[in-house]
């Protein structure tokens, strides 16, 4: 400021200098004024400079200036330069924010005060079909159409979600959002959307399971009470009561497989999956699921006194069945329930032949084949359903859970192999499971000595 006022006398002086050696006063008058005026057209020009750099408000062209409107373009370079740094700053910190957002696996859509859109992620796409750039300041209300929602908008009670049909929902892959409205800031509204089909549906095959099982159980026990408070309150002859208590062991006999059928899900579900270092020998599979048919076919067909023919593959001599990779007991108990329902759905006498085959790409195939009424094709993509019976009577007649298939669906799942099966009404089924050639491997050592033995 006091180099400026200088320069201004200074100015002056060699004007006012130069008009007094011209013209003496008059001359110095004047040239004081020429000099003043001179001052006052370089400062305007300087201040002009700094105005139209600061006009077009960029960075790097700022005029090189000395004195004061020197240091003020320099004051606000430097300003402007922090304010650019700062938005660049908070640039960065929104998109950080936003591609967080868009990141998340539920949908987010942000509500100004009106209820329009003012930013919603690709989830949100998926959800409702909204798109962030077609539909930006669009109202919600007009873009979801469902009557619930404009209902939950309207009441503005946002302390709970409201369930709603997902935009590629149809009645036969129903989708289930569960949508609720945070309000935040100055009256605007954070929407969150999650996809909770699964988890609707879990529960209700959850409550399904439950009521199943309840009424599993509560059938076999209400006619035990009903035996025992017979027992308990009348006089019976011997006979009698014995036929009371054969039938109380069958229902007691009832409730303990079903009670180990559960059990054995359970595992199954809990359990870790078997790995590829544990081999089966497939001859003593087989071995063991003979003797358990024999004895169970006697069992089913004690009062026809007429067992089942059953036929099993010759034991070849060494390992030429070969081993499969995986659980043993799993591998025992789906080949068992394979073999059990054979057996209990083929009358007395009839024929049950069971197969193991190589196949020509390595896979082998185990198979059961029954003579018994078979399966009316619209039952067999339902029938490894957890209580899911084609004909209820005949499964409990047979002393069936509804459980068998399940365990062996859940036991071939857990081993890579697949479950098939055909089936002609009134002739019999077959049903094969095939285990992939990574599971399986010829160990003719090993298994020479085990089916030796
Ligand atoms: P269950 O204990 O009732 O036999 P499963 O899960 O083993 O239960 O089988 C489910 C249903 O599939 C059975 O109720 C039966 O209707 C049908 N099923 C299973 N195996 C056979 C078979 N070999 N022949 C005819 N029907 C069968």
């Known amino acids: 400021m006091v180099w400026r006022s200088f320069w201004f006398l200074g100015m002056q002086l060699l004007g006012g200098t130069a008009g ?5 006063l008059p001359g110095a008058l004047i040239g004081v004024l020429a000099g003043s005026w001179l001052w006052l057209a ?27 409107w020197g240091e003020i373009g320099q004051r606000a370079r430097r300003w402007l330069r922090l304010q650019s ?7 960065e910190r929104l998109n950080d924010m936003l591609s967080a957002l868009q990141a998340s696996p539920n949908g987010v859509v942000l509500l100004d005060e009106e209820g329009r859109i003012e930013w919603c992620n690709q989830i949100s796409n998926t959800q409702f079909g909204f798109d962030a750039a077609r539909d930006r300041m669009q109202n919600i209300g007009n873009l979801v159409r469902d009557p619930s929602f404009s209902h939950y908008l309207h009441t503005q009670d946002f302390s709970h979600d409201l369930i709603l049909q997902g935009r590629d929902s149809t009645p036969g892959r129903p989708v289930r959002l569960s949508v609720q409205l945070y309000p935040y800031g100055d009256g605007r509204r954070l929407l ?4 909770v089909t699964a988890q609707e549906q879990a529960e209700a095959m959850r409550r399904d399971f439950v009521a199943n099982v309840s009424h599993e159980i509560r059938t076999p026990l209400t006619v035990l009470v009903g035996f025992v408070e017979t027992l308990q309150t009348l006089q019976l002859p011997d006979e009698e009561r014995a036929r009371y208590l054969t039938l109380m062991a069958q229902q007691s006999a009832r409730m303990q497989h079903l009670v180990e059928d559960l059990l054995a899900l359970s595992r199954l579900e809990g359990s870790p999956l078997p790995g590829f270092s544990q081999w089966t020998s497939v001859a003593l599979l087989l071995r063991q699921c003979e003797d358990e048919a ?3 076919s006697v069992a089913l067909t004690r009062a026809q006194n007429r067992p089942h023919v059953i036929e099993f593959p010759d034991s070849p001599p060494g390992a030429a069945l070969g081993d499969i990779a995986g659980a043993a007991t799993e591998l025992q108990s789906a080949f068992s329930n394979l073999l059990a329902n054979a057996l209990r759905y083929t009358p007395a006498g009839g024929r049950v032949v069971v197969r193991w085959e190589k196949n020509a790409d390595g896979s082998a195939t185990f198979s059961v084949q029954d003579a018994g009424p078979g399966i009316d094709p619209a ?8 209580f899911y019976r084609v004909d209820r009577s005949r499964s409990r007649d047979t002393g069936g859970t509804g459980l068998g298939l399940a365990i062996v669906k859940h036991v071939l799942q857990r081993h890579g192999a697949t479950l098939a099966v055909r089936s002609t009404v009134g002739s019999g089924s077959v049903f094969s499971v095939t285990f992939p050639a990574q599971r399986l491997r010829q160990a003719p050592v090993l298994g020479a000595a085990e089916t030796a033995s």
């Not at 370089?42 to 090189?64: C, F, G, I, T």
């Open 20 to 24: 007094w050696w011209l013209g003496n």
């Open 42 to 68: 370089q400062d305007s020009w300087s201040a002009s400079r700094l105005l139209s750099w600061l006009r077009s408000s960029e960075l790097a062209n700022a005029p090189a200036q000395r004195g004061l």
């Open 85 to 91: 740094q700062r938005t660049q700053a908070s640039d």
């Open 192 to 195: 969150l959307a999650r996809d």
């Open 294 to 296: 024999r004895g169970l």
């Open 379 to 386: 039952h067999l993509s339902r029938l490894t359903e957890r």
